[in-house]
Every structure is written in structure tokens, then in C-alpha cells.
């Protein structure tokens, strides 16, 4: 299964600022998700990623707020903008298996704090 | 969309101490795996398990998808098995759906 590298690992931001987080998956993989864990909750989808179009964004997340790249098979960035402290939560990135029969791969996380 | 649902929400053990942990969803699914979260917010793949029964060393899992239920089954727990667990499905390729999960706490 495709192994997923997910930078920063973490980030103290001050509020108002940007954070733009990056993913580099092993191989080509179709789909790149992307989900928000706020403190002492499950995860959240954010929104799909796909290469060469628009990310189609879940209910409750906007692009002005969460703008995604995707610009090839192996990359995808997810920017969280104008920070507060209630941004202050885990993202993950997840890819789709690069076969069936195969789970889905998670990247480490990235744990924001925002003061 | 489909919903997840796991029990106990909270479980708290002994070492040494067997448990059962229990996902239900309300509509078929392709593909459902567990994992658990380290206390750091690493998520752990434990079993990739649409069907069927797997083990792995003290863990194993259960899946009868015609019922739409999982379980996870660990045995002689250990400290290091504390954390969160979490059951999540998905249908046809769409991005993974996760239940609240069940958080663990093994005492010496």
C-alpha cells in the first residue's frame, strides 16, 4: 500500500496567519482526502482531492477557508487560512489504495495550534 | 450517508484483561477498517476487513457484512494498547467515514 509522508508534524500559529500543509504520497494514486480531528472528537471529512480539477468540499468547509492543490498524482497541499483558535485540531491526509483489496493509507497528522 | 456507530464509547481495563469492541453501520459497505490512535494522533491500521475474520498477534477481527457489524477482539491487553479505536466504512471508492470511536485505558 502507498505510504504517505504529511509535513509539518506539527505548528504553534498565531491567529489570522496561514498554514499550508503538504502530502507526497510513494505512488499515483487517484484520490487524496483530507479530514479535520478536533480536540477529543473523530474525524471529520474536509474535502476529496483531485488531480487536475477542483477539490469537492463536504458540508460545513469552504474553499476560502480550506484551500487544496492537487497538482499531480503523488502531491496535495491543504491550507488552513485565516487562523482562529478554533482551527486548533489535527489534519490528516488519507489516499484511496492504489488496488482493491487494500485499506486506505493515512499520513501522520499535523497537530495545529493556534494562539 | 451511511452511519457509524461503535461501542463502548469508554472502556477501562486491567492488564492482562480481554475485551470486545463493537462497530455497527446502517447500510453495505466495501471496505472497513480499524485502527488505533497513539496518544501522540498517529493513526495505526490495524485490519483492513469488509468480510470475514483476520488475526494479527493478540488482536483479530470479525466482519459480517450481511449483518452490518465488526468486532475487534484484544486479548491479554497491555498499557500500550491504550488509545482510540476507531471502525471506519466506505461504498464505491468515496472517502472513508469514521465512527466516534472507542477509547481505551489498560492500568498495570
Known amino acids: 500500500s502507498a505510504v504517505i509522508s504529511q509535513k509539518p508534524s506539527r505548528d504553534i500559529c498565531q491567529r489570522g496567519t496561514s498554514l499550508t500543509i503538504q502530502c507526497q504520497v510513494d505512488s499515483q494514486v487517484t484520490m487524496m482526502f483530507w479530514y479535520r480531528q478536533q480536540p477529543g472528537q473523530s474525524l471529520t471529512l474536509i474535502a476529496t482531492a483531485n488531480q487536475g480539477s477542483e477539490a469537492t468540499y463536504e458540508s460545513g468547509f469552504v474553499i476560502d477557508k480550506f484551500p487544496i492543490s492537487r497538482p499531480n498524482l503523488t502531491f496535495s497541499t491543504l491550507t488552513v487560512s485565516n487562523m482562529s483558535p478554533e482551527d486548533s485540531s489535527i489534519y490528516l491526509c488519507?489516499?484511496?489504495?492504489?488496488?482493491?483489496?487494500?485499506?486506505?493509507?493515512f499520513g501522520s497528522g499535523t497537530r495545529l495550534t493556534v494562539v | 450517508g451511511i452511519q457509524v456507530e461503535q461501542s463502548p464509547p469508554d472502556l477501562i481495563l486491567q492488564e492482562g484483561a480481554n475485551s470486545t469492541l463493537r462497530c455497527n453501520f446502517s447500510d453495505s459497505v466495501n471496505n472497513l477498517q480499524w485502527f488505533h490512535q497513539n496518544p501522540w494522533g498517529q493513526l495505526i491500521n490495524l485490519f483492513y476487513?469488509?468480510?470475514g475474520t483476520k488475526q494479527n498477534g493478540r488482536l483479530s477481527a470479525t466482519t459480517v457484512a450481511t449483518e452490518r457489524y465488526s468486532l475487534l477482539y484484544i486479548s491479554s491487553s497491555q498499557t500500550t494498547d491504550s488509545g482510540v479505536y476507531f471502525c471506519a466504512v466506505t461504498q464505491a471508492g468515496t472517502a472513508l467515514i469514521f465512527g466516534k470511536g472507542t477509547t481505551l485505558s489498560v492500568s498495570s
Open positions: 476487513i469488509p468480510s
Open positions: 488519507s489516499a484511496h489504495p492504489l488496488l482493491s483489496g487494500y485499506g486506505y493509507t
